[in-house]
């Protein structure tokens, strides 16, 4: 039997006084993997990776670690370390002794201690600031402190609970790549919360979207952007350009639904057999797979999909250009494209435009939920 790192097998939350905050929840991870949890605030995200520490009971479901379980081993038995969001520095420490503390509670020896305190010190570039304490630090150095800390442990497993939520825009993109190297270096595994979406899908081998304390769906990140599973899920992680209709057919490769626009086509993300004529449906077309054209400047190609409309403005930024189109159902698109392929096209702003795209591209979702 394959050995995963870590198995979530339908965990479940509900907190005292019955706020069910999680249910259900399962998930297999394989060694080394980096693991991104992204939702909404309040969907669960905390209370999961909170369970998978050790912090929070488990109140039905099993996890298991590198296939043993620990349902119900406390928190400091298992081989996780937590980084949380707002570091829980100690302040009167120096960097040193921070790093320091996670093992005198283990009770390490002092040789041992004064190894591990100096490798990791070394590995993440804190040695200008080892006897400093935290007032002195800048947000990256308490970051880097943060991390050191849940490291020296030589944990199996490093949680990371929207640890870059504190750093501006520029610091924040710079320790994102750092921590994807320091994950690759160690090959451990990191389960990574952040309620951000394009820091999931960067970060992430594979990303775990989570809605309402249910996951709705689990993909690397290039497979949920271009096929996901749901609606929530194709609004969330945003970039979509989204058609709604009722189904009028499916089969295994293809599906049909009726828009506003006319029929529009897709691969299914469900089943053909699950899903009744009439349902009400959803079309996705990721952006990127959008081409934009002066209306009747090409001859029509029944290889793709098409819908009309009109351009409102066009930004551009170098090489790249992003007309807004509105179309005849009021709603306006924002395409990307390179200023090259629509120059001369007819594309103007005012212009009537027409917009197709390849079938094969877009997606079917059947939409169930009543929309939020
Ligand atoms: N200690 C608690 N007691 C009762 N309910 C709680 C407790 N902690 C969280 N909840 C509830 O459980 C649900 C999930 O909360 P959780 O903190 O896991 O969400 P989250 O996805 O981490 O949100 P955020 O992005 O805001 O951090 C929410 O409805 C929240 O109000
Ligand atoms: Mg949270």
Sequence with gaps: MKQYDLELLKIGKVYPG?????????????????????????????TTLRMIAGLEDITSGKLLIRGKDYTHVPAERRPTATIFQNYAIFPHMTVRENIGFGLDVRGIGTEEKRRRVGAIIDKLHLGDVADAKETSLSGGQKQRLALARGLVTEPDMLLLDEPLGALDANLRKSIQEELKLLQRSLNITFVFVTHAQS?????????????????????????????????????????????????????????????????????????????????????????EYVEIDGAGSRAADTSFDTIDG???????????????????????????????????????PGGRVTLRWRPARATVVLDQQPSA
């Design 18 to 46: 019955g706020n069910v905050a999680v249910e259900a929840f399962d998930l297999q991870v394989e060694p080394g993997e980096f693991i991104s949890f992204v939702g909404p605030s309040g969907c669960g995200k905390t």
């Design 199 to 287: 820091e999931a899908l960067s970060m992430g081998d594979r990303v775990v979207v989570m809605n309402a304390g249910r996951v709705e769906q689990i993909s690397a990140p290039f497979e949920l952007y271009t096929r996901p599973k749901s609606p929530f899920v194709a609004r969330f992680i945003g970039r979509n350009s989204l058609f709604s209709g009722t189904l009028a057919g499916a089969g295994n490769d293809r599906a049909v639904v009726e828009t506003p626009f006319g029929p529009l086509q897709g691969t299914p993300a469900f089943q053909a057999s699950e899903a009744k004529s009439g349902s009400d449906a959803m079309v996705v077309v990721p952006s």
């Design 310 to 348: 009109v351009v409102g403005s066009i930004d551009r930024v170098g090489q790249l250009a992003y007309p807004t189109v509105a179309l005849d159902d009021g709603r306006s698109l924002r395409l990307e494209t390179y200023a090259d392929k629509i120059a001369g096209r007819g594309v103007e």
